[in-house]
């Protein structure tokens, strides 16, 4: 079910995407050239106007459905649970840190160049 709504959104996604591209641009954005501004008359609501209305509504329903599913499916589980593998506080409580303690490396200096050793080029 959730792999249908999300079909269903990605084809609303691109259809509203389509729609918003197809509308007469009025020029200025957020009605600014229209000079009257909220109070002038607004002229009648076009075809594509609606279906873009339409489109996002139905854009933002799916959207809140597949937030719903996603959450009803991770409830009371957390991603480390699913993976199986501890927490890093509970990594630094068993003594398996992630960083390693270098007081006890034995060499830290970079390898002897030996004669199997390539050759790196110096920089000057």
Not at 51 to 59: D, G, S, V
């Amino acid at each position: 079910m959730e792999n249908v709504i999300l079909i269903l959104h990605l084809l609303l996604a691109l259809s509203l995407i389509g729609v918003v591209l197809l509308q007469r641009s009025e020029g200025g954005g957020l009605g600014m050239g229209s000079g009257g501004g909220v109070i002038s008359g607004r002229s009648a609501a076009t075809a594509l106007g609606k279906l873009t209305w339409l489109l996002a509504i139905a854009f933002i329903i799916t959207s809140m459905t597949l937030t719903i599913m996603a959450a009803r499916n991770t409830s009371g589980s957390s991603v480390l649970d699913r993976l199986g593998t501890s927490s890093p506080a509970q990594r630094e409580n068993d003594g398996n840190n992630l960083i390693p303690d270098l007081s006890t490396e034995e060499n830290l200096l970079p390898p002897v160049i030996d004669d199997d050793t390539p050759i790196v080029p110096e920089a000057n």
